[in-house]
């Protein structure tokens, strides 16, 4: 499920004062969940001790929380509020508007990257399948193996998922022309509908149905034993809880402090049964931040804090990578119609090509405050730093009218890095969970990278020049591929310093216009912060499940693959207490 470029929800953000909004839909029926409780109730519930407590309802611990619940009594602590009953969420057409909303209850998080790249994280029960574009693709059969996976139990695992909440897109006319270009440029072969990752062109699922509604992985704790599974929303862990036992030398997890929607404080504690741990599935940057907070990594980072060590672990947050995205604005001679990420093409370069079109809005979405996020902070990104300015803003706004009207009609091609080789690192702001940690990617450090980014460029350049995409662009437009790029650098959306005029290196372009795709991933990798079961290294009584502990992104886009592993860890963690016969 392919996410759309972060530069071309901000460039869609820049115009979105001259959109004409849609009409809202009545809501789906929301699926039969187990009771989703603020974490408030907590305190007047009958306390009990839990055979497992998952940290963070996301896209990895909500199907991991469903199946422990057939046979284990299981805590699910989300920061976030629930899903269901937020149209900003739930509709295609108001895609852009979670990923931008800095208010109190929205379900992200904006942080910005040293990089000087704008991101978001969840904060939400489903995670980033709340809050992204929706595209559905596998990762391939050698991203399993490396991962040491059960192969069986993986094929499994996807089609679990898949049951429930995928399905195939109706194919938009943006997309069938980016399939139609791609085989036209040499990105062949055409593998069809299919969730696989294949080298060539195909069309992936979506977590959208045919209606536009968007189905999540918190929809999958349907499959939950309601008897079993208490879901807290609000619940804001500040640090697993650690112990001594008699006769052992590893500090043992034994339960969790959170605080609740009010601000007031709370403990929750396992159960005393051999096999009962502590399951923190907060993400990319939630997993690292709450060991290191819980007193697990450097020392010098956690003494800098005043954090009482616990384990030392120099691995914890680093390694941290996310996907650099590159986007080409491609004007139209009408509106096209609004569509997400539905066609990749899979080059044999370690190069995804994706694309998006189109702006929506129901006329009943909820509004929200774009704080640093809105399209008049990210312009400051083409002002140089010592003339950004609350004035400079103001102007910004001022002029909006000003654009030229090629901005209305058009679509995008975006250029996606697999893998990528490129790392940084994570380190803490403060011990509060829920402050933005400091979070740098290095995006195009190694000159891979960007060598498979020009490579992308002149992918798009092939396919902007095929008949396919003659048939979208003006007649007598006179867009060469340089003013393209100039157009792109204008529009494009970050706090990198811009190089405006020159698309003559592609080089430069790809780093005055990298995005996030919102791939981020490591922080706590196998073989140095957790073991192959995703134990942490140095302690018992705790796993790391979630797209932290991976070393590179698997196929075009992670979440069918994020979700695929908190089932298929549900099922061997429950295979290992209750042996190969229990059913699941």
């Not at 699926?31 to 001790?49: G, M, N, V, Y």
């Not at 109190?104 to 904060?123: E, L, W, Y």
């Not at 995205?325 to 190069?351: H, M």
């Not at 998006?356 to 008049?376: K, L, N, V, W």
């Given at each position: 499920?392919?996410?759309?470029s972060?530069?071309?929800f901000?460039?869609?953000?820049?115009?979105?004062?001259?959109v004409r909004?849609?009409?809202?839909?009545?809501?789906?029926a929301?699926?039969?969940?187990p009771?989703?409780r603020?974490?408030s109730?907590?305190?007047?519930?009958q306390?009990e001790?839990?055979?497992?407590?998952?940290?963070?309802?996301?896209?990895?611990?909500c199907p991991?929380?469903?199946t422990?619940?057939?046979k284990?009594?299981?805590?699910l602590?989300?920061r976030?509020?629930s899903p269901?009953?937020?149209?900003?969420i739930?509709?295609?057409?108001?895609f852009?508007?979670?990923?931008?909303?800095e208010?109190?209850?929205s379900?992200?998080?904006?942080?910005?990257s040293?990089?000087?790249?704008?991101?978001?994280r969840?904060k939400?029960l489903?995670g980033?399948t709340?809050?992204?574009a929706?595209?559905?693709s596998r990762?391939n059969r050698?991203?399993v193996?490396?991962?040491g996976w059960?192969?069986?139990l993986?094929?499994q695992s996807?089609?679990?998922?898949e049951e429930r909440?995928?399905?195939w897109?109706?194919?938009?006319?943006?997309?069938?022309?980016?399939r139609?270009?791609?085989?036209?440029?040499?990105?062949?072969?055409?593998n069809?509908?299919?969730?696989d990752?294949?080298f060539g062109?195909?069309?992936?699922g979506?977590?959208f149905?045919?209606?536009?509604?968007?189905?999540?992985?918190?929809?999958?704790l349907?499959?939950?034993?309601?008897?079993n599974?208490?879901?807290?929303?609000?619940?804001?862990v500040n640090?697993?809880?650690?112990k001594?036992?008699?006769g052992h030398?590893?500090?043992?997890?034994?339960?969790?402090q959170?605080k609740d929607?009010?601000?007031g404080?709370?403990?929750?504690f396992?159960s005393?049964k051999r096999g009962?741990?502590i399951?923190?599935?907060?993400g990319?940057i939630?997993?690292p931040q709450l060991?290191?907070?819980?007193?697990i990594g450097?020392?010098?980072e956690?003494k800098?804090h005043?954090?009482?060590?616990?384990?030392?672990?120099?691995?914890?947050g680093?390694g941290?990578s996310d996907n650099p995205?590159s986007?080409?604005?491609?004007?139209?001679?009408?509106?096209p119609?609004?569509?997400?990420?539905?066609?990749?093409?899979?080059?044999?370069?370690?190069?995804?090509i994706e694309?998006?079109s189109g702006?929506?809005?129901t006329g009943?979405?909820?509004?929200?405050h774009?704080?640093i996020m809105?399209?008049?902070?990210g312009?400051?990104s083409?002002?140089?730093p010592k003339?950004?300015?609350?004035?400079?803003?103001h102007?910004?706004?001022?002029?909006?009218?000003?654009?030229?009207?090629e901005?209305?009609?058009?679509g995008?091609?975006?250029s996606?890095i697999?893998?990528?080789?490129?790392t940084g690192?994570?380190v803490?702001?403060?011990t509060?969970?829920?402050s933005?940690?400091i979070v740098t990617?290095?995006?195009?450090?190694?000159?891979?990278d960007?060598?498979r980014?020009?490579?992308?460029i002149?992918t798009?350049?092939?396919i902007?020049?095929?008949n396919?995409?003659?048939n979208?662009?003006?007649k007598?437009?006179?867009?060469?591929?340089?003013?393209?790029?100039?157009?792109?650098?204008?529009?494009?959306?970050?706090?990198?310093p811009?190089?405006?005029?020159?698309?003559?290196?592609?080089?430069?372009f790809c780093?005055?216009?990298v995005?996030?795709?919102w791939?981020?991933?490591?922080g706590?990798?196998?073989g140095?912060?957790?073991?192959q079961?995703?134990k942490?290294?140095?302690?018992?009584?705790?796993r790391v499940?979630?797209?932290s502990?991976l070393?590179?992104?698997?196929?075009t886009?992670?979440?069918a693959?994020v979700?695929m592993?908190?089932?298929?860890?549900?099922?061997k963690?429950?295979r290992?207490r209750?042996g190969?016969?229990?059913?699941?």
């Amino acid at each position: 499920m392919g996410l759309i470029s972060g530069g071309v929800f901000f460039k869609i953000l820049a115009f979105l004062c001259f959109v004409r909004l849609s009409q809202g839909r009545k809501h789906s029926a929301t699926p039969d969940l187990p009771p989703l409780r603020k974490a408030s109730s907590f305190s007047k519930i009958q306390h009990e001790a839990y055979d497992y407590i998952i940290v963070g309802g996301g896209t990895a611990g909500c199907p991991l929380a469903a199946t422990l619940s057939k046979k284990y009594k299981v805590l699910l602590l989300e920061r976030g509020g629930s899903p269901y009953g937020n149209r900003n969420i739930s509709y295609l057409e108001n895609f852009h508007i979670c990923l931008t909303d800095e208010s109190k209850n929205s379900p992200s998080q904006g942080f910005i990257s040293t990089d000087g790249v704008i991101n978001s994280r969840a904060k939400v029960l489903g995670g980033g399948t709340c809050i992204n574009a929706g595209f559905y693709s596998r990762a391939n059969r050698r991203f399993v193996k490396d991962a040491g996976w059960d192969e069986e139990l993986v094929n499994q695992s996807y089609p679990w998922v898949e049951e429930r909440i995928v399905y195939w897109p109706k194919i938009a006319p943006w997309q069938a022309a980016l399939r139609d270009g791609l085989l036209e440029a040499g990105v062949s072969p055409y593998n069809g509908y299919t969730y696989d990752h294949l080298f060539g062109t195909k069309v992936g699922g979506t977590i959208f149905d045919e209606a536009g509604y968007r189905h999540t992985a918190a929809d999958l704790l349907a499959a939950a034993n309601p008897d079993n599974l208490r879901v807290l929303l609000h619940a804001s862990v500040n640090k697993v809880i650690f112990k001594t036992r008699h006769g052992h030398q590893k500090q043992s997890a034994i339960g969790v402090q959170f605080k609740d929607e009010n601000g007031g404080h709370h403990q929750a504690f396992l159960s005393q049964k051999r096999g009962s741990e502590i399951i923190v599935s907060a993400g990319a940057i939630g997993s690292p931040q709450l060991l290191l907070i819980s007193g697990i990594g450097p020392r010098s980072e956690l003494k800098k804090h005043n954090i009482s060590i616990v384990l030392h672990n120099e691995h914890v947050g680093k390694g941290m990578s996310d996907n650099p995205l590159s986007s080409v604005f491609i004007p139209t001679k009408d509106p096209p119609k609004q569509s997400l990420i539905e066609t990749v093409g899979i080059t044999d370069d370690g190069v995804f090509i994706e694309a998006s079109s189109g702006f929506g809005q129901t006329g009943d979405s909820i509004h929200c405050h774009h704080g640093i996020m809105s399209a008049e902070i990210g312009q400051l990104s083409t002002i140089p730093p010592k003339d950004r300015s609350l004035e400079a803003v103001h102007k910004y706004v001022r002029n909006k009218n000003s654009l030229p009207k090629e901005v209305f009609h058009g679509g995008f091609i975006l250029s996606k890095i697999d893998g990528p080789l490129s790392t940084g690192n994570l380190v803490l702001v403060d011990t509060d969970p829920n402050s933005n940690p400091i979070v740098t990617f290095n995006y195009f450090k190694h000159p891979q990278d960007l060598r498979r980014c020009v490579y992308g460029i002149k992918t798009i350049e092939k396919i902007i020049s095929t008949n396919t995409f003659s048939n979208f662009t003006p007649k007598d437009g006179g867009y060469s591929m340089e003013k393209l790029l100039n157009m792109s650098v204008a529009a494009n959306i970050n706090l990198i310093p811009k190089h405006t005029d020159d698309s003559t290196s592609l080089e430069q372009f790809c780093r005055d216009t990298v995005v996030t795709i919102w791939h981020y991933h490591g922080g706590c990798h196998v073989g140095k912060v957790v073991d192959q079961q995703y134990k942490v290294i140095g302690a018992s009584g705790l796993r790391v499940i979630d797209g932290s502990t991976l070393s590179r992104s698997p196929g075009t886009n992670p979440q069918a693959t994020v979700m695929m592993m908190g089932r298929y860890m549900g099922v061997k963690i429950l295979r290992e207490r209750l042996g190969r016969a229990a059913g699941v």
